[in-house]
């Protein structure tokens, strides 16, 4: 079962209500839903689309001023999302990806300046 922050804790880090997909349904736990994020850095416009029961994620960033797209990062298979900063200067997560031989790790930063960082590690 993937791992993924509570809505709360998403909320402090996007600064921003999600719109979801199912928002209908009163009873339908967050986990269980599509949330779609969609913020601003000043310089950059993010939209961030979690799927946490399915290990989906889906970041899209363009540039501000001209709409320009800088990086599309679609992932299916998440096994970990973690907020590794979550203050007023810096905001960042990590995505980990678990394959058969090697772990994929993803360092996602929104602020101050959007930067992503891929690592694979060896697990044999």
């Known amino acids: ?11 402090s ?3 921003t209500e999600p719109i979801l997909l199912d928002s209908t349904s009163k009873d339908l736990p967050f986990y269980y839903n599509e949330a779609t ?8 416009n993010f939209m961030v689309k979690l799927s946490p029961s399915y290990g989906e994620v889906k970041i899209q960033v363009n540039e501000s001023s001209s709409n320009r797209l800088l990086s599309l990062l679609d992932l299916k298979r998440v096994a970990k999302f973690e907020i590794t900063a979550d203050g007023e200067e810096c905001k960042s997560l990590l995505l980990t990806v678990d394959n058969e031989d090697a772990k994929l790790t993803i360092e996602f930063v929104f602020k101050p300046h959007f930067k992503q960082l891929f690592k694979e590690h060896f697990t044999r």
């Open 13 to 15: 880090l996007f600064e």
């Open 1 to 11: 079962m993937p791992i993924f922050p509570d809505e709360i804790d998403l909320l």
């Open 37 to 44: 994020y969609r913020f601003s850095n000043g310089k950059e």
